[in-house]
C-alpha cells in the first residue's frame, strides 16, 4: 500500500482495510460446496490455497505458556495426512496433522496401544468449510507426550490449542480435550490417527 494511502487512513483504517484484504484473500479459496461434499483432492486444494496463511496467523504474537518453538517449527516436522479429512472431532473441521522426529516412527505404525516416546509432538492445522462452501480457518491444536507419570490424569499428555490470529488458547484440557481423547480413542493411547483413507505410512 502507498505510504500517501497509509496516512490518509490512519491505524484504525489500515486495520480495517488488512482485514479486507485477509478476508478477500480467504474467499479466493472457497471451494463452492459444502466441506462434507468435498473430494479428498478438494480439500488438499483448499488446504494448499490457505496453507500459508494458516501458519502465519499461528505465529503471530506471544505464545506465552506455550513454548513458541512448538509453533514456530511443526512445519518442519513429518507430514502423517495425505490430505485434509474431517473425523467427526475438532468442531467437525478438517485436519492436518504433524508429528515431529521423536514420535513420528512409532505414530506412522497407527498402532493399538502405541508406545508413544516421550518428547513427542503433534500438532494439527484446522480449518472448516461450511454448508455455502465458505472457508474459515481454525485453530492449531498441539499435543506433547511428557514423562511417565508427570500427568497421569491426562495419559501423560499435554494439550494446547492457538487461535488462527496466533493467540493461545485458554481450554479445560479435561473435559475439552482428555475425555474425549479418551473415550473415543483410548484403545490408541489417546491419539486420534487421521482417517485410514488419509494415513501417510512409512
Known amino acids: ?20 484484504l485477509s478476508g478477500a ?3 479466493a479459496c472457497d ?16 488446504y494448499d490455497c490457505i496453507a500459508a496463511d494458516l ?24 507430514r502423517v495426512s495425505a490430505f485434509p479429512a474431517a473425523p467427526g472431532f475438532h468442531g467437525g473441521r478438517f485436519l492436518v496433522t504433524w508429528v515431529n522426529e521423536v ?7 497407527y498402532a493399538e496401544n502405541p508406545n508413544i516416546p516421550a518428547g513427542t509432538l503433534i500438532a494439527k492445522e484446522s480449518f472448516a468449510v461450511d454448508d455455502n462452501g465458505k472457508v474459515q480457518k481454525g485453530p492449531l ?7 511417565a ?18 493467540a493461545p488458547m485458554a481450554v479445560n484440557v479435561m473435559t ?12 490408541q493411547g489417546g491419539l486420534g490417527y487421521p482417517v485410514e483413507d488419509a494415513r501417510i505410512s512409512n
Open 25 to 27: 484473500a480467504l474467499a
Open 149 to 166: 507419570g508427570k500427568s497421569p490424569q491426562t495419559n501423560d499428555w499435554y494439550y494446547m490449542m492457538v487461535s488462527p490470529g496466533g
Open 1 to 20: 500500500m502507498p505510504s500517501s494511502m497509509r496516512r490518509l487512513l490512519g491505524a484504525a483504517g489500515a486495520i480495517i482495510l488488512s482485514t479486507a
Open 176 to 187: 475439552a480435550c482428555n475425555e474425549c481423547h479418551m473415550e473415543n480413542y483410548g484403545h
Open 141 to 147: 491444536f498441539l499435543m506433547e507426550k511428557v514423562a
Open 55 to 78: 501458519q502465519a496467523g499461528y505465529a503471530k504474537g506471544p505464545k506465552r505458556w506455550i513454548p513458541a518453538d512448538y509453533v514456530k517449527n511443526y512445519r518442519s516436522w513429518t
Open 31 to 46: 471451494p463452492g460446496k459444502a466441506g462434507e461434499d468435498l473430494t479428498a483432492d478438494e480439500a488438499e486444494a483448499v
Open 103 to 109: 514420535g513420528a516412527a512409532e505414530y506412522l505404525k
